[in-house]
């Protein structure tokens, strides 16, 4: 079974930056889309942001022109870049693999641990 391991996170004051990073084992990443996560507490885990094996991307719109996803298909790494953080953005963080239908993207591979990010001055 695939891992993903997600690193990165750490706290921060708002309108800083942070870069993470997820790792997979295996091969199985550079062929596949990608797709970074959050969760705050109390709330449902929603989709930050997806690259597709091609390199395509597509943001959710409370990160859009904040955030940026990228692919290293040579290392199997996703990474999120994220910049001009906020409070709202603190969460715990974590990437998978994910299939797209007709109603979106979701989810396929087991979580990991994920990264927590936390915006606060």
């Known amino acids: 079974q695939v891992q993903l391991v997600e690193s990165g996170g750490g706290l921060v004051q708002p309108g800083e930056s942070l870069r993470l990073s997820c790792a997979a084992s295996?091969?199985?990443?550079?062929?596949?889309?990608m797709g970074w996560y959050r969760q705050a507490p109390g709330k449902e885990r929603e989709l930050v942001a997806v690259i597709t094996s091609g390199g395509s991307t597509n943001y959710a719109d409370f990160v859009k022109g904040r955030f940026t996803i990228s692919r290293d298909n040579a290392k199997n790494t996703v990474s999120l870049q994220m910049n001009s953080l906020k409070p709202e953005d603190t969460a715990v963080y974590y990437c998978?693999?994910?299939?797209?239908?007709?109603?979106?993207?979701?989810?396929?591979?087991?979580w990991g641990q994920g990264t927590q990010v936390t915006v606060s001055s």
């Open positions: 998978n693999f994910v299939l797209g239908r007709t109603t979106g993207w979701v989810p396929t591979g087991s």
């Open positions: 295996g091969s199985m990443m550079r062929m596949l889309p």
